[in-house]
């Protein structure tokens, strides 16, 4: 383990202060956590005080944060090279080795990838790779559904208080409600060429979809000719106790994005279909290109992500200390303590409050207590609770203990 670097108060609060000055601000107030370190489940304090981390960075780091294996193939890679360049030019060995192996964890024969450095740019490429396919214009996207903050990706995300500013986004988007089949089908006029969909839900709070329901829009996609684009950013890497979730369904899209926990806690991303729809960005040449995405380093620690989750047996993990966290929330419940429901796959939780109006000063008073849980973008009733899936069972026994503990101390005010 290394250090845990405390920092001297007063040099504490002057990077509050300065993160407040030099750092564009998008969350409103100052922050009282300053984090100098984190290892494993674990995220230190400038005081040295150690929170058990129930976010993952928000899901990102499900090999645990700085992972040994994964330092130790950034630290060669480091040494060996960091950026030629990436597309196109040169065959560059770890950017095949992290493809070959993101190959072996994708279903069927979608093994051709395209990298880039974040979610929203995967998604860009999937919606162009989409369009371009398809040769049609309009795009099905749901209620709900979070797929990125760029012009893009902004104009299939659902929540219309983070899109209006930003109008006119991309034309030919229309939504309909998670989990409709039959809305999906109306809405499928012929100018759709793409719809594009979390098989889980995550920003609207772990939503679940009934069963058939992609299943059906693989079908509607077939019968029309549209490309169906999973978005597994969130839920991929075995957050939900399956490489993908996609598999608790076993329905293969033309695409899936995937990002976050890809890159080991380094900014990695994917679009990955089959190599004769991917083929479409050769026509013409140049079409879709990127500097950064892919580079060696972020995929030597892919790689090392990939083989840690597979060696380890990280995906059946997930699933076993998920059904151990669903029986402690259930037990949540019960109590009547305050929480109304929870909905999970693995150890990819959301909890709703009953008071919802308490949701964020139970997530603060978590962190004064020693436990970071989080809040999510599209449901404000409900808190995210994401462990690295290499957390241990008393860790995250001890941080649902500090939660059920904040939520008591909260709603009983
Ligand atoms: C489902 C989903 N898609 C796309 C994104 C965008 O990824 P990024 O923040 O890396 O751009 C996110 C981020 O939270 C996400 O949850």
Known sequence: MTGTHPLEPAVADRYRDEFLRYL??????????????????TVVGSDG???IDLTSGIAVANVGHANPDVVAAVREMV??????????????????????????????????SFLTNSGAEAIEGALKLGRKASGRPGILAFEGA???????????????????????????????????????EAAMTDDVG????????????????????????????DDR??????????????????????????????????????????????????????????DPPLSHLTTFGGNPVSCAAGLAAIRFIKRNGLVERAAELGTHLATRLDAMVDAGIG?????????????????????????????????????????????????????????????LDVLADSVVAIAGR
């Open 24 to 41: 564009s601000q998008t969350v409103p107030g100052r922050k009282e956590l300053v984090v100098t370190a984190a290892h494993g489940s």
């Open 49 to 51: 005080t150690e929170y």
């Open 79 to 112: 040494e060996t090279m960091t950026h030629v360049n990436v597309y196109g030019r040169y065959v560059i060995p770890a950017q095949v080795d992290f493809a070959r192996e993101l190959a072996s964890i994708t279903p069927a024969d979608l093994d051709v």
């Open 146 to 184: 979070f797929h990125g903050r760029t012009m893009g990706a902004l104009s299939v995300t659902w929540k219309e208080q983070y899109r209006r500013p930003f109008e006119p986004l991309v034309p030919g988007v229309r939504f309909v409600p998670f989990g409709d089949l039959e809305a999906a």
């Open 194 to 221: 793409v719809v594009i969909v979390e098989p889980i839900q995550g920003e609207a709070g772990v939503v679940i979809p009934p069963d058939g329901f992609l299943a059906g829009l693989r079908q509607l996609c």
């Open 225 to 282: 000719g549209a490309i169906l684009v999973f978005d597994e950013v969130q839920g991929g890497m075995g957050r939900s106790g399956r490489w993908f979730s996609l598999e608790h369904w076993d329905v293969t899209p033309d695409v899936i994005v995937s990002a976050k926990a890809l890159g080991g806690g380094l900014p990695l991303g994917a679009f990955t279909a089959r190599a004769a729809l991917m083929a479409t960005l050769l």
């Open 339 to 399: 929480v109304a429901r929870y909905r999970a796959r693995g150890l990819w939780t959301a909890i709703d409050l009953v008071d919802p109006s308490i949701t964020n000063t139970v997530v603060a008073e978590a962190q004064r207590r020693g436990v970071l849980v989080g809040s999510m973008l599209h449901n404000a009733a409900t808190i995210r609770i994401v462990p690295p899936l290499v957390i241990e069972r008393d860790q995250l026994d001890r941080g």
